[in-house]
């Protein structure tokens, strides 16, 4: 398994040099929301076999276009994760705290269109991962884990620097896996909403290593440390701030 290094502090570094060409204009601020719409929907998806490419992820997302040949569920999961990624930009402006309902919202609009009885409750099956011994909570915990989880945040957004937060965030919510689907989409959007709530920015994980990133995800659940995700993820931070600085620079 390939190893990431801490790049918390480079982060930190690059977020101050972000800030310092803040506060951006809304003109700009709707563009970086537009623009990351794409490339989060269609990142999320393919990390779970989606087949819609990023361009044919834009056509179907900004002009209702089908792509022949390609699966209809292919395009609900497109059209369903930007309604749910426009979400997590209402739940910014309105506070800080997220709660239970936020949780089941987000999914419910990622989900409705796919399985409406499914989308924004909670599973009463228990669920397998091929390719993990893990063993998730039975479907009778979840209402009472979900309740822990979501109560632990204050505490913790405190307790962690922002990056290791929102990687906390996402790895308490996989393993509690309380969706029958959708919980890494889910999952992956709590994390950017946790960034961007902390003045972050969207933070993609690429197809290019979707295997390292199961593969850390899949470690960490059998270790139950964290050390090896914050890690993965203060890298994909760091690229993430790289590429937004290049946008604003022009460059």
């Known amino acids: 398994m390939f190893e990431f290094e801490d790049k918390i ?11 310092s060409h803040r506060p951006f204009s809304q003109d ?27 361009s044919e992820t834009k056509v179907v997302i900004e002009d209702g ?7 209809l569920r292919d395009h609900l999961e497109a059209l369903g994760h930007a309604l749910a990624y426009d979400y997590i930009y209402d ?9 239970e309902e936020d949780v089941l919202k987000m999914h419910h609009l990622f989900y409705e269109k796919i399985d409406e009885e499914k ?43 922002p990056v290791k937060f929102a990687a906390w965030l996402h790895m308490q919510f996989v393993n509690i896996h309380p969706f029958v689907d959708g919980n890494g989409r889910v999952a992956r959007l709590l ?3 946790a960034l961007l709530q902390t003045g972050y ?12 990133y199961i ?4 470690s960490c659940q059998k270790s139950g440390k964290l050390e090896a995700f914050y890690d993965f993820t203060s890298n994909m931070v760091w690229e993430a701030l790289k590429e937004q600085l290049r946008l604003i620079k022009g460059k």
């Open 119 to 161: 989308a924004g409750k909670y599973r009463n099956v228990q669920v397998f991962v091929s390719g993990t011994d893990y063993v998730f909570p039975k479907a009778v915990a979840v209402p009472a884990l979900m309740s822990k989880f979501v109560g632990e945040i204050p505490a913790m957004v405190k307790k962690l620097h």
């Open 9 to 19: 502090k480079d982060c930190d570094l690059l977020k101050k040099e972000l800030d």
């Open 65 to 71: 276009v089908t792509i022949g040949g390609k699966p």
């Open 28 to 54: 700009i601020l709707k563009q970086l929301k537009e623009y990351y719409k794409i490339s989060l929907t269609y990142t999320s998806n393919a990390i779970e076999g989606n087949s819609l490419t990023e």
């Open 215 to 218: 593969d850390i995800v899949k």
């Open 91 to 99: 739940l910014i402006k309105s506070r800080k705290n997220i709660s």
């Open 201 to 212: 920015v969207v933070t993609i994980i690429p197809p290019v290593v979707r295997a390292n």
């Open 191 to 193: 994390l950017n909403l």
